[in-house]
């Protein structure tokens, strides 16, 4: 018999010291004293009932107002109907929330709605939880056709057209995107020509590629639409500018004259949404139907504008629609969350092989790579989760008018525009990596994930594709870059500022690195353990924006001395190193939200967070962190920030951090809140523990009875 000295995790010193010496590490990290009385132990603990309610945020009390209507089984998704039963389906619904009313939240008081436009998005993304294409089809009815009316329109189109769109009596299309212009409007092929003989507009699209395409509503229901166009007057193009176009005759569907379109077809997601296309020949308004907050036209065809710059001019208008995207970064925590809530409470039933123990099969969550593939998806969509409430307060705060500048609405475009991109590609990974780990039971359509994730596909090229927001970013964060990144409010891009010390150098950012000499001769667990601490960990994450946007900066300073063919070329020449750096800028953004979800903007924890459940939430952050440096890893060794032997604990830190994480893991999605009505999957049902507990129970009562056939292999040895 061998003499062994396991500790809680059961790991062998002997056989695995550095395992063991990080366990250890941990298990000091949860014996830290009480905060309340300075004395005593913590338990690790997860409450459950007040991180659910913290995890609610700000509008919790909407957001369990739309979970209560989600639940309603005539809300929901029926899996396996054709497109035109699903379309009629999901239109069916929509008349639904215009009874229920929470969709006219953001909408003005003096029309029916509440002015309440934080409320408005945190009730809308929550009904990815009932079907993905209800969500998106309300957020064209009321997210972009409606808000466009209302934040681009004035009085009159409120007073004359916001009525009948909040009622559903015009259902109507967003038609910005073209077939040949997705991501860059300001090329759009569609003309506004202004005819001052008759005081109408003239609407054209003047070849196949300006047609409009992709259009929610555009196929079948839409009657009307904000149309985006070319405004000319006076043969002047006064760039993008929107309209409101009738485009169906209400009566019989049929559209009115000048005008043609075609369905879209099956797409790969969201089914239960008629796209389309439109065209237009000819087709005339009247000049009252400028949404002409931004832009008019006098009826002898001068136009005028509050905004001198064009290009400031469209950006304006653009960003008054950014609430497309903070809803898009919400409802794919919420899918990330559903799928996480399903893979953890399979996992935690499902026994597969019998590695341990000669009767009975091994709980899928207690594999070590059960628990890395699924742990760090938890710790990234409790990043992400914390960070959309940010964003969703940035939000609230612009269109309340409490922070309605310049520079707020710039700071929320910023923001919007590097979450969505990180929040939707996770949501995407997540429901894969969820799908996997159920097996052949996560491909079955009754357990929901491959339909999440085929109809969560087109979120990371909707309102506006991935890359090109976070080139958006990066060209923020290089204009930002002389003023040293003075966006610190929320984390923007801190500058982690350590005092000099003896035997710490700088390194060529300005940052000084850790005295790795000295802690790398120490243990795994005490070399390592340092990164644990949050300001290391901020450091060593602020440092790799900040160098990486200083040596594209650099690298681009050229530019302004080249023509502009030449300084394009260069600005694609260094493309990937520009979209990779504001990448590393929204990884920070999330951890300085989960960072400050436990610690508080002022160091102060939220009240009613316990200590023990300050200390699962902090392993939670770690592994987030830690995980970030451990993708990066060849980032921080060719750039010095990081040794071998450090660099080589990370991976093995973020393993026994999923370990300690894997008997919170329920507690952890329970908190979510999405109760069996929500998840609607047979597998995290408690049937999948009803099928092991029965198998378990007949081999028990076989093998009492003495009836089960003896093993090949064991007869041969008694032989």
């Known amino acids: 018999m061998t003499n062994t000295i396991e500790n809680t995790q059961g790991i062998d010193p002997k056989a695995d010291t550095d395992a063991a010496r990080?366990?250890?590490?941990?298990?000091?990290?949860?014996?830290?004293?009480?905060?309340?009385?300075?004395?005593?132990?913590?338990?690790?603990?997860?409450?459950?009932?007040?991180?659910?309610?913290?995890?609610?945020?700000?509008?919790?009390?909407?957001?369990?107002?739309a979970r209560e209507l989600t639940a309603r089984p005539e809300m929901q998704r029926i899996e396996g109907q054709s497109v035109d039963e699903h379309r009629e389906r999901v239109f069916g619904q929509l008349k639904l929330l215009v009874e229920d009313?929470?969709?006219?939240?953001?909408?003005?008081?003096?029309?029916?709605?509440?002015?309440?436009?934080?409320?408005?998005?945190?009730?809308f993304e929550e009904l990815v939880t009932a079907d993905p294409s209800l969500q998106i089809k309300s957020g064209v009815q009321w997210g972009l056709f409606g808000a466009a009316v209302l934040h681009l329109g004035t009085e009159y189109h409120h007073r004359t057209f916001l009525p009948g769109i909040m009622s559903l009596e015009v259902p109507g299309a967003f038609a910005m995107t073209e077939t040949g212009h997705g991501s860059d409007v300001a090329a759009i092929g569609t003309t506004a020509t202004y005819d001052e003989a008759t005081g109408e507009f003239v609407i054209d699209t003047p070849f196949r590629g300006a047609w409009k395409d992709y259009l929610g509503n555009a196929a079948k229901h839409g009657i009307?639409?904000?149309?985006?166009?070319?405004?000319?007057?006076?043969?002047?193009?006064?760039?993008?500018?929107?309209?409101?176009?009738?485009?169906r005759d209400a009566a019989t569907g049929e559209f009115l004259p000048g005008i043609g379109g075609e369905d879209d077809g099956l797409k790969g997601g969201l089914n239960g949404i008629d796209n389309g296309r439109l065209h237009f020949d000819g087709v005339r308004i009247?000049?009252?139907?400028?949404?002409?907050?931004?832009?008019?036209?006098?009826?002898?065809?001068?136009?005028?504008?509050?905004?001198?710059?064009?290009?400031?001019?469209?950006?304006?208008?653009?960003?008054?629609?950014?609430?497309?995207?903070?809803?898009?970064?919400?409802a794919s925590v919420a899918a990330a969350k559903i799928a996480l809530t399903i893979a953890v409470t399979y996992g935690n039933e499902r026994r597969q092989f019998t590695?341990?123990?000669?009767?009975?099969?091994?709980?899928?969550?207690?594999?070590?790579?059960?628990?890395?593939?699924?742990?760090?998806?938890?710790?990234?969509?409790?990043?992400a989760s914390f960070a959309h409430e940010q964003l969703l307060t940035k939000f609230d705060e612009?269109?309340?008018?409490?922070?309605?500048?310049?520079?707020?609405?710039?700071?929320?475009?910023?923001?919007?525009?590097?979450?969505?991109?990180?929040?939707?590609?996770?949501?995407?990974?997540?429901?894969?990596?969820?799908?996997?780990?159920?097996?052949?039971?996560?491909?079955?359509?009754?357990?929901?994930?491959?339909?999440?994730?085929?109809?969560?596909?087109?979120?990371?090229?909707?309102?506006?594709?991935?890359?090109?927001?976070?080139?958006?970013?990066?060209?923020?964060?290089?204009?930002?870059?002389?003023?040293?990144?003075?966006?610190?409010?929320f984390g923007v891009l801190a500058r982690y500022v350590v005092e000099q010390a003896a035997g710490r150098t700088v390194n060529g950012s300005g940052l000084r690195s850790f005295a790795q000499t000295v802690a790398d001769l120490g243990s795994t667990a005490r070399s390592v353990g340092q990164l644990r601490e949050s300001a290391a960990q901020r450091q060593l994450l602020t440092d790799r924006v900040e160098t990486m946007v200083g040596e594209v900066a650099g690298k681009l300073r050229p530019a302004a001395k080249l023509s502009k063919k030449d300084a394009a070329d260069l600005f694609n020449l260094h493309q990937s190193e520009i979209i990779e750096a504001a990448r590393a800028h929204a990884e920070l953004l999330q951890w300085e939200a989960f960072t400050e979800a436990i610690e508080g903007s002022d160091g102060t924890s939220p009240d009613g967070l316990d200590d023990g459940t300050r200390v699962v939430l902090t392993w939670l952050r770690d592994l987030f962190g830690l995980g970030l440096i451990e993708k990066h890893?060849?980032?921080?060794?060719?750039?010095?920030?990081?040794?071998?032997?450090?660099?080589?604990?990370?991976?093995?830190?973020?393993?026994?951090?999923?370990?300690?994480l894997r008997p919170h893991a329920q507690d952890l999605v329970n908190a979510f809140g999405y109760g069996p009505e929500h998840i609607r999957a047979s597998i995290a049902s408690g049937a999948e523990k009803a099928r092991q507990s029965e198998a378990r129970e007949y081999y028990k009562a076989a093998r009492a009875a003495g009836t089960l056939p003896v093993e090949e292999k064991k007869q041969k040895k008694t032989s």
């Open 633 to 660: 890893l060849a980032w921080y060794l060719m750039n010095g920030r990081l040794s071998p032997s450090r660099a080589r604990a990370v991976g093995l830190y973020t393993e026994r951090l999923s370990a300690r």
């Open 101 to 123: 009313g929470q969709v006219h939240r953001a909408f003005p008081k003096s029309v029916g709605g509440e002015d309440d436009h934080g409320g408005n998005i945190a009730g």
């Open 224 to 247: 009307a639409a904000v149309l985006f166009a070319q405004l000319i007057t006076k043969n002047v193009n006064h760039g993008v500018h929107a309209f409101y176009v009738p485009i």
């Open 398 to 489: 612009v269109f309340s008018g409490v922070a309605d500048t310049d520079e707020g609405r710039q700071d929320l475009e910023t923001l919007a525009a590097a979450l969505k991109p990180l929040s939707t590609w996770h949501a995407l990974d997540t429901l894969q990596e969820a799908r996997e780990a159920c097996g052949g039971a996560g491909f079955l359509a009754e357990n929901r994930l491959v339909g999440l994730r085929a109809d969560l596909d087109v979120y990371a090229t909707f309102e506006g594709d991935n890359h090109v927001l976070l080139q958006l970013v990066a060209k923020r964060l290089l204009s930002d870059y002389g003023r040293r990144f003075a966006k610190a409010d």
């Open 355 to 383: 590695a341990g123990s000669d009767t009975d099969e091994e709980v899928l969550l207690d594999y070590q790579l059960h628990q890395k593939r699924l742990m760090p998806k938890l710790a990234t969509t409790y990043a």
């Open 22 to 65: 990080i366990d250890s590490e941990l298990d000091a990290s949860a014996r830290l004293p009480k905060r309340a009385t300075g004395s005593g132990v913590v338990v690790a603990r997860t409450d459950v009932e007040w991180l659910g309610r913290y995890l609610l945020g700000t509008w919790a009390e909407v957001r369990l107002a």
């Open 286 to 330: 009247p000049r009252e139907n400028l949404l002409n907050r931004y832009g008019d036209v006098s009826a002898d065809g001068e136009y005028s504008s509050s905004i001198a710059s064009p290009g400031r001019r469209f950006f304006t208008m653009l960003g008054t629609l950014v609430q497309g995207r903070v809803s898009l970064d919400g």
